[in-house]
């Protein structure tokens, strides 16, 4: 199949929605994991060494982010992700001969480095293939494949039940290792020969900017401070509810996790997708034609409704409160999700896409990893939901810069 095909964009992204699924399955099947290897590992009884383990995924992570961005930028984007599948399946693999709780944490920091290679590279590929037209959109259907490996791993914990937790991982690691000889055989790189831009201080000229020039044309564009903190916010909340979602549903609806991993995980999932696919991703591209804020607002509209959602996930007890909220949180931080990188697109021109979303996705991932860190001592002290509740002032935080601070001048730079 022809790579400068109008299809080929397409088959594009359903191979990197299939990577992004196994990316988000693979770190978080152990969430719903723990208390079936609690009785092989004593230090996963506790919430909070638990939450260590999580946390310490998310460090490496973000501080490799902007190291596989920057990468991603000056390599063949294929090779990077095909690794990067390849190494962090292998470790999958391996979480399922560890013994001790020290070799799961050298696992996940192993995890963390491989993963973080992924995100960047896949997002500025995806990006380059598809023009404002369709952008939010292709990004939204990728972002499914987060959502439905995120979904997938909370039956973890059922594999785990009527298996056990060292087959779960084993299979796993052994799907993710088969689906990179696919991407190897399928999957092409794409990089614009040349990139234009009039309307900002970002004017890159050539295809590869050096590493330190590249960083300054960041930094020293405000739009770019705000895009970091206006994604910072939300991703409190986000990495909360994919770390912490199955023990709320257990602890609030009085299931056993096994139960409670895949009600969670398939609530969110679904509510997601829809957010991304169904309304954030077409209404996006379609507003951003009539108005240069199309994509903006759009995200805005997410953010607000994932505010009252997070009270209400906070305290709700029954099925309808708790599922609902659940969904509500869902769509609004689809729609949020699916216009990130469409948004990014309107300030940073294509030849530092990656670095730039590599130094947000670090950004996000160390809020991420500080609330997971929190949310474990709120877990200990019995008092989980109250922590969701005060997520929600910081997104309006986020929300309200996110629609005075930034003002977008044309619908894509290329």
């Known amino acids: 199949m022809k790579r400068d095909s109008k299809f080929y964009s397409w088959v594009v992204v359903g191979l990197l929605a299939i990577v992004a699924l196994l990316n988000y399955l693979d770190r978080q099947m152990l969430s719903t994991m723990q208390t079936a290897m609690q009785a092989d590992i004593t230090e996963l009884q506790s919430a909070e060494q638990f939450g260590f383990l999580m946390a310490i995924f998310m460090y490496i992570y973000g501080f490799m982010s902007p190291v596989a961005g920057s990468i991603a930028d000056r390599v063949n984007r294929k090779w990077l992700i095909v690794g990067s599948l390849f190494v962090w399946s292998s470790v999958t693999f391996g979480m399922g001969l560890a013994k001790t709780f020290d070799q799961l944490v050298w696992l996940r920091g192993f995890m963390g480095v491989s993963e973080a290679l992924y995100l960047p590279a896949g997002l500025a590929m995806i990006a380059d293939y598809h023009t404002g037209k369709t952008r939010s959109l292709a990004i939204g259907i990728h972002m499914t494949g987060l959502y439905l490996g995120q979904a997938l791993g909370g039956f973890g914990a059922k594999i785990a039940q009527d298996f056990s937790w060292h087959t779960t991982f084993h299979w796993f690691g052994i799907i993710g290792i088969m689906y990179a000889v696919i991407l190897f055989l399928f999957l092409h790189d794409k990089r614009p020969e040349k990139n234009i831009s009039s309307n900002s201080k970002l004017k890159p000229g050539v295809n590869k900017i050096p590493l330190m020039k590249g960083l300054g044309m960041l930094f020293t564009n405000i739009a ?4 970091l903190l206006y994604f910072a916010a939300p991703s409190l909340p986000g990495w909360a509810t994919k770390n912490w979602l199955p023990t709320l549903f257990s602890e609030n609806l009085k299931l056993p996790m096994a139960q409670a991993g895949p009600i969670s995980t398939f609530t969110l999932s679904i509510a997601s997708f829809v957010g991304a696919v169904f309304i954030g991703g077409p209404i996006s591209d379609r507003w951003v034609r009539k108005n240069v804020k199309g994509r903006v607002y759009t995200s805005a509209i997410g953010l607000s409704l994932t505010i009252p959602s997070l009270i209400l996930m906070g305290f709700a007890s029954g099925y309808v409160g ?26 940073v021109p294509p030849n530092l896409r990656a670095t730039a979303y590599g130094i947000m996705n670090m950004v996000g991932v160390f809020a991420g990893a500080a609330i997971t860190q929190v949310l474990g001592k709120f877990t200990d002290n019995g008092s989980l939901g109250f922590g969701f509740a005060i997520l929600g002032a910081i997104v309006l935080f986020a929300l309200l810069v996110q629609l005075f601070g930034l003002k977008p001048k044309v619908q894509d730079m290329q």
């Open 322 to 347: 708790v599922i609902g909220s659940a969904v509500l949180f869902g769509v609004g931080f689809g729609m949020f999700d699916a216009n990130n990188m469409p948004i990014l697109c309107q300030f």
């Open 224 to 227: 770019f401070w705000i895009i």
